[in-house]
């Protein structure tokens, strides 16, 4: 079992409509989250981070963390052609002296 | 002016050469990573510092070595290169206190002919 988990996709949303990823993770000791936007052939840029149970809301981005059933996802409001990426889950294990373990990435593709 | 650079940007050699990736930083931060990234997978570590005298193997470190050469260095370097280890680099710093943010350099895109 990998220890940050994301589904590959490509996720396809329509213009406009939300976007939905979900990444799980496998060590409880887990305790910052983080979401990073990587556009093709560029670095991942920090898009949200989440560090208790619940929402973070930023701009068109909610993060949602649940630490009891291990899974945090990030929702895209109002989806544009420009969200179009891949999104990197990555967990921050901060017995493991504070590295971060990335997801292998969701590809969002957004249609005008 | 970028605040984390990475040299060079791009880099083809061939088998058995020695290459040497550098990273700079212009934050202050006291630590700094090496990652690759290779093609439907995500980031994997490669080597970590927490400062100029504590460097540490992350998890796929054979095959590579690190240099920290100062606060804002921090090099990678591949002494025998092989096919395998063709793949996209990326440099990164993080406070130590805070939100354990990392930032990215450009990358370095390295193929091994």
């Known amino acids: 079992q990998k220890e940050v988990e994301q589904n590959s996709g490509p996720l396809s949303v329509p213009e406009g409509a939300i976007a939905s990823l979900n990444c799980t993770y496998s060590?409880?000791?887990?305790?910052?989250f983080f979401w990073y936007r990587q556009y093709s052939g560029k670095s991942p840029e920090l898009i949200m981070s989440i560090y208790s149970n619940g929402d973070k809301e930023d701009g068109r981005f909610t993060a949602q963390l649940n630490k009891a059933s291990q899974y945090v996802s990030l929702l895209i409001r109002d989806s544009q052609p420009s969200d179009s990426a891949t999104y990197l889950c990555a967990v921050n294990k901060r017995a493991a002296g504070n590295k971060l373990t990335f997801g292998g990435g969701t590809r969002v593709l957004v249609k005008p | 002016d970028a605040d984390v650079t990475q040299t060079p940007r791009n880099r083809i050699t061939k088998t058995g050469k020695r290459i040497m990736l550098e990273c700079s930083q212009t934050k202050g931060h006291d630590r700094m990573y090496w990652y690759r990234q290779d093609p439907g997978l995500g980031l994997r570590l490669i080597y970590y510092s927490f400062d100029v005298k504590d460097i540490n193997k992350g998890e796929i470190s054979d095959g590579y070595s690190v240099s920290r050469q100062a606060q804002a260095k921090f090099s990678l370097s591949l002494e025998s290169a092989i096919p395998n280890q063709t793949a996209l680099y990326f440099c990164?710093?993080?406070?130590?206190?805070?939100?354990?943010?990392?930032?990215f350099g450009p990358g370095t895109r390295l193929t091994v002919l």
């Open positions: 990164a710093t993080s406070e130590p206190k805070g939100a354990d943010t990392q930032y």
């Open positions: 060590d409880r000791g887990s305790q910052s």
